[in-house]
């Protein structure tokens, strides 16, 4: 029987960076491939920083062969001298939290590592890290495992590999796999996130090396044109309505550089960045931009006589239609929500970024007046279907009510708590049958659906409004919907903490995942950035053994790893769907919250889920070709 007692000794301290490996995800996101991937970027952000404060131009990033990664740089190098703490000041940054030189407005005016854990963590999260640093005519050396030194300090100071009239800091770390889901790097996140450092920093250059492939890769980032040319790129196969506008200003320390360009296409796409971090949540600074630039250019609709006193205004939504815009500021003090950085909550940014953007959009407009024409002319396109669609929506979205267990449809559950409240999606009769039995009639409601729902990428506006499936799903989710025309989207009103999709485990059931997945994304976004879409996890198997308990198998590592350390004979049961587990079965493995295993969907880059999005969704078949034949081999996607 437990001991019922909570007193001094219940208190565990974490000493050094123990706290880092206990709880991972905290410092990184997650354990799977993205916050693998989020080491290299803790260390790139640093050699970054050595180039915000002008002693930096060349940075080198390497996948090498044997797993690890290396990241150098031609900056100052990480300070080696003694510290007043007793040693080395490169000692105390590695392996000590909230430790360096980002704190120190000496050292960086402007830092994208605010938090000083970076180092610190991917350090502890590291099986091994080796560091040389060249500085003061000398080259250091430093190395570690798991977070603790292997070398011994010389009277507190690092030892000295020799001679260099060069500078820099060059780290080499390879990830701990008893962390880490997997352990292998995926190069194209980092590629995409090396592209998308040197546009925001034209002086910068990246060379990329990708060692375990048979042929290595290499691959030179340089964007001499910055934003500009990252608008360009982004918007190179679509059909442009003007030339990218470009501007910058200066105030109160802050550094704010826009550049936009609208496209014949009926969707936003608006990046923000605080000193190289993309702020893929928003903030302030984007807040401040969007109503400056909504302010603009309805008044200039007014001035022009293309809104008439009795017409109501365009909408932020409106004027934003067809926009591509990128906005980067560096600031001396910004503050993030949370160690991953995604949104700014500085104040001061939006009350700057309306200024600049207010007093430049100005005077570029006042000289370049059929641009601005061509660009409130994409806002009335804009209001105008946006105004056909709201009429449509309404009469689509009013026919049909909540159903409760009627027609094989939603059976809701009794709590109106939405905090506790979750709701499984789920296909076919049978498994919706089995659910419906197996369920917390008070928490979980089962909503079937038949088949595979409408593609949302390939089909218009009107047929998913249309589509009886996923009417059923806006009105049980009871949060509205939103799409490029307008937004009626309110996540308060959202009926279900979880909103679980619970497919086979099959290719179908994967087909079935990702078109649900595909409406969320177009038409909910919100459900999944604040964290309320998950994938289930049901069991591929089910290990019954002539002596001892049975066990489920979630997957063929599971079923490998069984076979290796079970001894005896057993039998193994195949569950090919759903449908064919009973529902005890169903709730032990699938909806007993302290039993199942959930996958929860998240985004760490916008753009890159779009893209991917469109390619994997779209109506163009031969770049989805190519990249099923790329990735073949590595068909355990992160979700």
């Not at 007193?7 to 996101?29: F, H, Q, W």
């Not at 250091?140 to 300090?153: F, K, M, N, Q, V």
């Not at 442009?240 to 360009?261: M, P, R």
């Not at 009973?582 to 295993?597: S, V």
């Amino acid at each position: 029987m437990a001991k019922n007692t909570y007193d001094a000794g219940s208190i565990t301290v974490l000493e050094g960076l123990e706290a880092v490996r206990k709880r991972p995800g905290m410092y990184i996101g997650s354990v799977s491939t993205r916050g693998l991937n989020h080491l290299v970027y803790e260390i790139l952000d640093n050699s970054v920083d050595e180039h915000l404060a002008g002693f930096c131009d060349k940075i080198t990033v390497t996948l090498e062969k044997d797993g690890s990664a290396t990241v150098s740089d031609n900056g100052r190098g990480i300070p080696v001298g003694m510290h007043a703490k007793g040693i080395s000041a490169e000692r105390l940054v590695f392996t000590t939290l909230h430790a360096g030189g980002k704190f120190d407005s000496n050292s960086y005016k402007t830092s994208g590592g605010l938090h000083g854990v970076g180092s610190s963590v991917v350090n502890a999260l590291s099986k091994r890290l080796n560091i040389k640093v060249k500085r003061d005519g000398f080259i250091y050396e430093d190395a570690y495992e798991r977070g603790i030194p292997t070398i011994d300090l010389i009277d507190g100071l690092l030892p000295v590999l020799g001679k260099t009239k060069e500078t820099g800091t060059t780290i080499n770390f390879l990830p701990d796999d008893e962390i880490f889901d997997r352990t292998r790097f995926k190069e194209e996140d980092i590629k995409n996130r090396l592209h998308e450092t040197v546009y925001l920093n034209p002086g910068l250059t990246i060379f990329y090396e990708d060692k375990r492939k048979d042929e290595p890769e290499y691959i030179t980032f340089h964007e001499p044109d910055g934003i500009t040319g990252y608008i360009r790129d982004m918007n190179k196969t679509s059909d442009i309505v003007h030339d990218v506008i470009y501007y910058h200003g200066s105030l109160e320390n802050i550094d704010v550089e826009v550049a936009f360009q609208y496209i014949n296409e009926f969707h936003e796409n608006v990046m923000g960045f605080c000193n190289n971090i993309n702020t893929l949540e928003g903030g302030t600074h984007i807040t401040g931009f969007k109503t400056a630039f909504t302010t603009i250019i309805n008044n200039y609709a007014r001035e022009l006589g293309i809104l008439k006193d009795k017409d109501a205004n365009f909408t932020g939504t409106d004027i934003r239609n067809g926009l591509t815009a990128v906005v980067s500021i560096k600031h001396t003090d910004p503050r993030f929500e949370g160690q991953t950085k995604t949104k700014l909550d500085n104040q001061d940014a939006d009350k700057v970024v309306k200024k600049i953007t207010n007093d430049e959009l100005v005077r570029f407009f006042d000289k370049n007046v059929e641009t601005l024409k061509n660009i409130i002319g994409c806002a009335e396109k804009a209001a105008k279907l946006r105004k056909t669609e709201e009429k449509a929506k309404t009469n689509m979205l009013t026919k049909q009510k909540y159903s409760f267990d009627s027609n094989g449809k939603l059976a809701n559950c009794e709590s109106k708590d939405s905090s506790k409240c979750e709701i499984f999606i789920v296909e076919g009769d049978s498994a919706g049958g089995s659910a419906k039995m197996a369920r917390n009639r008070m928490y979980q409601a089962i909503l079937p659906i038949r088949g595979k729902i409408l593609n949302v990428e390939k089909a218009s506006i009107d047929k998913v409004l249309a589509n009886a499936e996923i009417k059923t799903m806006i009105n049980a989710f009871n949060c509205g919907f939103s799409e490029g025309y307008g937004n009626d989207f309110d996540i308060t009103k959202l009926r279900y903490n979880k909103i679980i999709i619970m497919a086979d485990a099959d290719v179908d059931g994967a087909h079935i995942s990702n078109l649900l997945l595909t409406l969320f994304f177009r038409f909910m976004p919100e459900l999944i950035y604040e964290g309320h879409v998950y994938i289930a996890m049901p069991p591929l198997y089910k290990a019954i053994p002539q002596k001892g308990e049975e066990e489920y198998l979630y997957d063929d590592k599971a079923l490998e790893k069984y076979r290796k350390t079970h001894t005896g004979s057993f039998t193994l049961q195949r569950y090919k769907g759903l449908g064919e587990m009973d529902a005890e079965q169903l709730w032990e493995t699938t909806l007993d919250p302290q039993r199942r295993m959930l996958k929860l969907v998240t985004i760490e880059d916008a753009k890159t889920a779009s893209e991917t999005t469109e390619l994997l969704m779209g109506l163009e078949v031969p770049p989805r070709r190519t990249f099923i034949y790329d990735n073949a081999t590595d068909a355990e996607l992160d979700v």
